[in-house]
C-alpha cells in the first residue's frame, strides 16, 4: 500500500539555521504531495503542497520540490525562526485522483532555540 | 471562512462506555474525512464523505465505530463499548471535491481519554 517515510526525529536548530527535513514515499501511482505543519495547541495547517513532477510548492520561506525519480518531496527553509517550531508531516493523497484519504508519515518536531 | 469546527475537544470516559464527537466542515465543503491520531505518529484515515454518502472506509474502523452525515453537512462519530486502545486524537478534514491536490483543511480535533 502507500507510504511515506520521514526522518527521525526530534530536530533542534540555532535560529537563522538552514532546515532540510527528508520525506520519501511509496505509491503505485502519481500522487499529490503536501506538508502538513502543527503548532503548539493547534490543529494541522496545510503547509504548501505539489501535484506533478517537479513542481515546487512554497509558503512562508518554506520550499519542496516533487521528484519523482526519488519519490521525494524534502522540506527546506534557508533560514529558521523560533516561530518555525512545530510537528512537520508529510502526506500524500490517494495516487488514483479520487482525493480521497490523505497518508501521513510520522511527523518530526522542530525545536528552534534563540 | 469560519473552519473545521469539533466538539468536544476534551472528553474523557470509562472503559465500556459509548461517545459521540461533532465534526462541522466548512460550509461550501462537499467531502468530509475523519482520522485518528496517536502519540508520536502521523494522522490514519478511518473514513471519508462526499455530500451525505459514505463512500470509503479503513480496516481501522472497526465495527464499534460508525459515522454518519445524514444532510450533506456536519457529521458525528461514535464509538460505542470504547476500549482502552481508543484513547487518540480524533480529526476531522473538508475539503472540496474537485480538481487534483485539493487540500484537505483540518479541525483541531477531540481527545478522547479512556479511564
Known amino acids: 500500500g502507500d507510504s511515506v517515510t520521514q526522518m527521525e526525529g526530534p530536530v533542534t536548530l540555532s535560529e537563522e539555521a538552514f532546515l532540510t527535513i527528508n520525506c520519501t514515499y511509496t505509491?503505485?501511482?502519481?500522487?499529490?504531495l503536501f506538508w502538513y505543519v502543527q503548532y503548539p495547541g493547534e490543529g494541522l495547517q496545510l503547509l504548501l503542497k505539489a501535484t506533478k513532477a517537479d513542481d515546487k510548492g512554497s509558503n512562508k520561506g518554506f520550499e519542496a520540490t516533487y521528484r519523482k525519480e526519488t519519490t521525494s518531496f524534502h522540506l527546506e527553509k534557508g533560514s529558521v525562526q523560533v516561530s518555525d517550531s512545530a510537528v512537520y508531516f508529510c502526506a500524500l493523497s490517494d495516487p488514483t485522483g479520487a482525493n480521497s484519504k490523505l497518508t501521513f508519515g510520522k511527523g518530526i518536531t522542530l525545536s528552534v532555540r534563540p | 471562512d469560519t473552519g473545521v469546527s469539533q466538539n468536544p475537544r476534551h472528553k474523557i470516559t470509562k472503559r465500556g462506555q459509548n461517545v459521540t464527537f461533532r465534526c462541522d466542515p466548512i460550509?461550501?465543503?462537499?467531502?468530509l474525512y475523519w482520522y485518528r491520531q496517536t502519540l508520536g505518529q502521523g494522522p490514519e484515515f478511518l473514513t471519508y464523505f462526499q455530500n451525505e454518502a459514505q463512500l470509503e472506509k479503513s480496516r481501522l474502523l472497526s465495527d464499534r465505530f460508525s459515522a454518519e452525515r445524514p444532510k450533506g453537512s456536519f457529521s458525528t462519530l461514535e464509538i460505542q463499548r470504547t476500549e482502552q486502545g481508543d484513547s487518540a486524537m480524533y480529526l476531522c478534514a473538508s475539503s472540496l471535491q474537485g480538481a487534483r491536490g485539493q487540500p484537505q483543511h483540518f479541525g483541531d480535533g477531540t481527545r478522547l481519554s479512556i479511564l
Open positions: 460550509s461550501e465543503h462537499n467531502r
Open positions: 505509491a503505485t501511482g502519481y500522487p499529490s
